[in-house]
C-alpha cells in the first residue's frame, strides 16, 4: 500500500472518531449547564468543554474569554477556523474518503458522503437545544454507521489495520482528556468530593463515553472518582478505556508488521505502553497523582502518533 493511502485512512478514521467525541463533549455540557443551580456550583462547564476538546487557546484568540453557550457550540460544531470543529472533522474525512473511495465499501463510502451532505443543513443560527440535540444525535449515529460499516465489510487486510489504528489513536486521547479535565477543572473547591455536584459530574463523564450502564454492571454500587477512572483507564472490557484502546492498537499494528516482515518503534512504544496500563493499580495511581499519569499517557499516545507517521505515512 502507498503510505498516501495508509495516512488517508489513518486520518480518515480519525477525523470520524474525533468528530463523535466533540458531539459527545457538547452533549454532556448542556445537560450539566442545565442542572439547577444548587448543582450548578462555581464553574463554567462551557470553558471545560473547550479544554477537553484542546480547543481553548485558539478559542480565546478568537472570541476572548467570553466562552457561553452560544460561542462554544457554534466553535466547536460550526466554525471554520476551528481545525476540529464536527464540520471540519466531517470536511476532512471526506476529503480523505474521496483521496480513498477504492479502498473503501459502497457502505463506508455512502455513510461519509451522506453525512457530509446532510450536515450542511444544520446552522447555528437560531438553533433551538431539540434542534442542537438532533445534530448531536446525527453526528453519534453517523460515526456509529461509519464505525459499523468499516468492521462489517472492510477485508483484513493493511486498509483496515491502518484504520482501526488511527481511531483508537483517537479514542485513547479523548478518553485521557476527558478525565483530565474533569479531575482539575470542574469540581470548583468549594465543592467535596462526593458531594452531589461531584456525582453529577462523574456521571456525566460516563454518559459522555456511554458508560454509566456499564459503570453499574461492573460496579454495582454509587459513582465514585476513582472507580470512574478504574472504569475508563484499567478495564479492558470497556471499549473507550485506554487499555483497551492499547490492546487493539498493539493488535492492529502487530498485523501491520507482519504484514510487512518488520516491525518497528511503533510497535515497541504500544507495547510498553499496554504494559505500562497492565502493571498499573488504582490506589498508586491516585496516590502518585491522576493528572501526572494521565499526563504522561497523553505524551506517549501523541508519541506514537507521531512514530507511526514516520514510520508508515511519510
Not at 79 to 98: D, H, L, V, Y
Not at 283 to 293: C, K, P, R, S
Request: charged share 20%; with cysteine; net charge neutral.
Amino acid at each position: 500500500m502507498l503510505s498516501r493511502t495508509a495516512d488517508n485512512l489513518y486520518w480518515l478514521s480519525r477525523y470520524m472518531e474525533r468528530a463523535d467525541c466533540l458531539a459527545r463533549i457538547l452533549d454532556v455540557t448542556q445537560r450539566l449547564a442545565q442542572l439547577p443551580a444548587a448543582y450548578g456550583g462555581s464553574t463554567n462547564e462551557w470553558r471545560s468543554a473547550l479544554l477537553t476538546a484542546g480547543c481553548a487557546d485558539l478559542f480565546k484568540q478568537v472570541h476572548g474569554e467570553d466562552a457561553n453557550e452560544q460561542n462554544v457550540i457554534n466553535f466547536l460544531a460550526f466554525a471554520p477556523e476551528n481545525p476540529s470543529s464536527i464540520r471540519n472533522c466531517f470536511e476532512i474525512a471526506r476529503t480523505n474518503a474521496r483521496s480513498v473511495r477504492t479502498a473503501l465499501t459502497i457502505e463506508m463510502w455512502e455513510t461519509i458522503n451522506s453525512a457530509w451532505l446532510e450536515l450542511k443543513r444544520y446552522s447555528t443560527k437560531n438553533m433551538t437545544r431539540e434542534e442542537l440535540a438532533r445534530f448531536l444525535s446525527f453526528v453519534k449515529e453517523t460515526s456509529l454507521r461509519f464505525d459499523g460499516a468499516a468492521y462489517r465489510t472492510m477485508l483484513r487486510n493493511d486498509a483496515f489495520w491502518f484504520s482501526r489504528v488511527g481511531m483508537y489513536v483517537e479514542r485513547a486521547d479523548n478518553t485521557a482528556r476527558i478525565l483530565d479535565v474533569k479531575y482539575h477543572v470542574l469540581l470548583p473547591e468549594s465543592e467535596h468530593v462526593g458531594g452531589p455536584l461531584d456525582y453529577f459530574q462523574w456521571a456525566s463523564i460516563l454518559r459522555s463515553v456511554s458508560a454509566l450502564t456499564s459503570f453499574h454492571w461492573v460496579y454495582r454500587e454509587s459513582v465514585k472518582p476513582w472507580l470512574v477512572a478504574d472504569l475508563l483507564i484499567l478495564n479492558a472490557q470497556m471499549p473507550r478505556s485506554l487499555t483497551s484502546c492499547y490492546q487493539n492498537i498493539t493488535r492492529y499494528l502487530d498485523d501491520i508488521a507482519a504484514y510487512y516482515g518488520r516491525q518497528g518503534g511503533s510497535q515497541r512504544i504500544a507495547r510498553s505502553t499496554l504494559t505500562k496500563l497492565g502493571n498499573s493499580r488504582m490506589d498508586d495511581i491516585f496516590v502518585t497523582g491522576l493528572h501526572e499519569f494521565i499526563d504522561s499517557f497523553v505524551f506517549e499516545n501523541n508519541r506514537l502518533g507521531s512514530t507511526v507517521t514516520e514510520q508508515y505515512l511519510l
